[in-house]
């Protein structure tokens, strides 16, 4: 089986601000340069001739460069629990439309529809079962609130494919497109 998603990853210097909000949160799983994406749409497990065909669809996907600007941080919670810090990004409008693209890309091929609404966002950690960071966790939101950035360009889709392992997740480039 192979985990897959779609995600667009942000240049070098915006990665490295991003970065730089990764402290004040003991025990969060800070995600690595590697690991930082911006998820256009999560895909789930596939057996080898799905992945096949969604590389072949998600090649048939046109859409102009996306121009964004970080906005922001927050947190997901599951169930009143905290479980993931992420930065937020701005505008959706570019982004919500990709997403629906690449939505509607799978599902002709008979997959499932996204389920969830779609909020763009870059997820920098991830937060442990059990763990008892509320006041941390405000306080990095405090600290980190205000983050911004001037407006990037992200001209590539990246279909990833997702390795789960003891030290978190590995994420190898299945291919990727020019946006257009």
Do not use: N
Request: proline content about 6%; aromatic content about 6%.
């Amino acid at each position: 089986m192979h985990r897959l998603f779609v995600a667009l990853r942000p240049p070098p210097t915006v990665r490295a601000a991003l970065a730089a909000t990764m402290d004040g949160v003991p025990q969060a799983r800070w995600q690595d340069d590697d690991q930082l994406h911006l998820t256009v749409r999560y895909i789930g497990p596939v057996d080898g001739r799905m992945a096949e065909d969604i590389v072949l669809a998600l090649g048939h996907v046109h859409a102009p460069p996306v121009e964004v600007a970080l906005s922001g941080v927050g947190a997901f919670d599951k169930k009143g629990r905290v479980d993931a810090l992420w930065a937020g990004v701005a505008p959706h409008d570019a982004l919500a439309a990709l997403h629906r693209k690449v939505d509607h890309a799978l599902v002709r091929l008979g997959l499932a529809p996204e389920g969830r609404a779609y909020l763009p966002h870059v997820t920098l950690a991830r937060i442990s079962r059990g763990a008892g960071f509320g006041l941390e966790i405000e306080r990095w939101r405090a600290t980190h609130g205000g983050l911004a950035s001037q407006p990037f360009t992200i001209e590539h889709m990246t279909l990833f494919e997702s390795h789960l392992g003891g030290e978190g997740a590995r994420y190898d480039v299945v291919e990727r497109w020019r946006l257009d």
